[in-house]
């Protein structure tokens, strides 16, 4: 609370150096606690220029995200509630199962305005840049058995699209089992980690992926061919926060419906935003590649493809390429 009365300070200060005892005198703290905000804030992307005698002066609030603009726009009652920021981390991921075993409360979020070594699934990269990217990991701790977790990828998945229909207007493809597409085109990327023995979750870790205002030349180039945003669509700058705000309240409601009524209607809902059932695809596993009809997703979200000769394959992990009918 006390580094948003400090923002306070500079907002009716613009451009202004504000002494550190004027600081302390109105925030009734000591010069130390306001050192510890200032390069706390620091930390989370705001330049802020210091001078002996002088004091603080706001140069700018940098490109990042603030937590509390998320916060204000939250109708949530537990996603959210506790936010970690960081302006740049390796992984939010990671943070978060740190976080996770120092036993925060469900809900808790981890923020990144830039990932250094963002995690896709199997070890490979997600690439997230300063200022145009949301990376976010929710923890959650359901009572469920291990096999049921990955019901939650697809419950996020849902999450996101309905969340950037309603807060950018764009609807967007779930390609199983995780991948969110624009115009045949990756915009997100899901990954669901858990903490677990053999029977029992102990906490289970939502990492997404977001790409926002990012133009196509600011893509790296294993991923340029691969990858849109949401502004290359649009043609207009997306407010992240809002957009965070949006997905974390659509992942409540939609975690919430499936703790009270089961994976039924997740189902239904992932289905009906779903290009890959009702269609020919290749699912390439770590084995084979298998051709054929998807025909739908199992209350497992597993999903069943059958083949040319009839025979109905369970496909539990792969690589999902859309085919043209035959
Ligand atoms: P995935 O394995 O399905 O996708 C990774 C693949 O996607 C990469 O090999 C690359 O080809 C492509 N890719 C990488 N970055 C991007 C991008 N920005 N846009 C489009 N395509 C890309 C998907 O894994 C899961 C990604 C989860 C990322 C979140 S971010 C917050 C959290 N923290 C973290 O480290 N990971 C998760």
Request: glycine fraction near 8%.
């Amino acid at each position: 609370m006390l580094k948003e009365e400090l923002l306070k300070v500079f907002a009716e200060h613009p451009g202004e150096f504000v002494s550190g005892e004027k600081i302390s005198q109105k925030l009734g703290c000591s010069r130390t606690a306001i050192w510890k905000h200032i390069d706390e804030l620091r930390k989370n992307g705001y330049q802020l220029e210091s001078a002996p005698r002088k004091g603080y002066r706001l140069v700018s609030k940098g490109d990042g995200i603030q937590p509390h603009e998320v916060k204000v726009a939250l109708k949530t009652n537990r996603f959210g509630s506790e936010i970690t920021y960081f302006n740049e981390i390796e992984s939010t991921q990671t943070v978060a199962h740190e976080l996770s075993h120092k036993g925060v409360k469900e809900g808790h979020v981890v923020i990144a305005n830039e990932q250094t070594a963002g995690k896709g699934r199997l070890g490979r990269k997600w690439y997230s840049k300063s200022g145009t990217s949301v990376s976010m990991s929710i923890i959650l701790r359901p009572e469920l058995p291990p096999q049921q977790t990955p019901q939650l990828t697809l419950l996020a998945a849902v999450a996101v699209v309905r969340a950037i229909k309603s807060n950018v207007g764009i609807s967007c493809d779930i390609k199983w089992p995780n991948d969110i597409l624009l115009n045949g085109k990756k915009l997100v990327g899901i990954l669901t980690e858990m903490q677990a023995d053999p029977d029992v979750v102990h906490s289970i870790i939502i990492g997404i992926g977001l790409n926002v205002n990012q133009d196509s030349s600011e893509f790296d180039d294993e991923i340029k061919e691969v990858a849109t945003s949401l502004r290359i669509v649009k043609g207009r700058v997306i407010e992240r926060a809002q957009l965070i705000a949006a997905i974390l309240n659509e992942l409540e409601t939609l975690y919430d419906l499936y703790l009270e009524e089961g994976f039924k209607p997740i189902k239904s809902l992932w289905e009906a935003n779903s290009i890959s059932v009702g269609t020919y695809i290749y699912a390439r596993t770590m084995r084979e590649v298998i051709y054929g009809f998807a025909k739908g997703i199992t209350d497992d979200g597993v999903l069943l493809v059958e083949d040319q000769q009839g025979v109905t394959h369970k496909i539990y992990s792969a690589d999902i390429e859309i085919a043209s009918q035959k």
